[in-house]
């Protein structure tokens, strides 16, 4: 595990002990996609296990409103058996600043909605609305971050095998596993797959396709 995502074991630890056994902590090394989960503490709490990918950083976290400064907060998503839980997400960066990790933060609403009095704080708020135009301005730097972020994670995921080495079946793997992460929504990544894969628009499109087409 790279020495920088280390660091952030104890934290991890720390945070998931403040808020007992309905927080659930992982930690994510986004150098590999595929496989990004790389520690958890309470993981009964979504079934998040090491070796496992992302699954809302692109939907949840990158394409939200409320993504800033690196981070998104207090953003809401059901379990396969409904329960609701409330997440928060760091993006973490290395030494020369490229996005390495990120610490996800995930709890059960389930004991919290028991008790709304106390607890209603973490019912969902309406987002803020924009007050000036240095919002619009921060969004656009927002979005040209998101845009670096995918642009790497793609990187990522292709790898550094020589794309004429590629079967086809490989190239529409590395596609659907992009499509089913949500790395489409973002805007240019169709570009920028063609361009690594050294194939055209119109066969990622027809990749994208075909992967619909037998879901």
Do not use: W
Request: net charge negative; with cysteine.
């Amino acid at each position: 595990m790279n020495s920088i995502l280390e660091q952030y074991m104890p934290v991890a630890e720390v945070i998931a002990k403040t808020f007992g056994n309905d927080c659930e902590v992982v930690l994510h090394d986004l150098t590999v996609p595929q496989s990004s989960v790389v520690y958890t503490v309470n993981n009964h709490v979504t079934g998040r296990n090491v070796g496992q990918s992302f699954n809302h950083l692109i939907t949840e976290v990158l394409l939200s409103q409320n993504f800033t400064n690196d981070y998104s907060a207090n953003y809401y998503f059901h379990t396969d058996d409904g329960r609701l839980i409330k997440s928060s997400t760091l993006l973490i960066r290395d030494q020369v600043k490229k996005v390495i990790g990120a610490l996800c933060i995930n709890i059960d609403t389930t004991r919290i909605t028991e008790n709304i009095n106390y607890l209603s704080s973490l019912i969902p708020q309406h987002p803020d609305q924009p007050s000036n135009l240095n919002h619009q301005q921060k969004k656009m730097h927002e979005t040209e971050h998101i845009q670096e972020i995918a642009n790497d994670l793609i990187d990522k995921i292709i790898g550094n095998k020589p794309v004429e080495q590629l079967r086809r079946d490989e190239k529409v793997e590395m596609v659907r596993f992009m499509e089913q992460k949500g790395i489409f929504l973002i805007r240019g990544t169709i570009d920028r797959v063609a361009e690594k894969l050294n194939i055209s628009k119109v066969t990622v499109y027809s990749y994208i396709e075909e992967i619909k087409d037998k879901k």
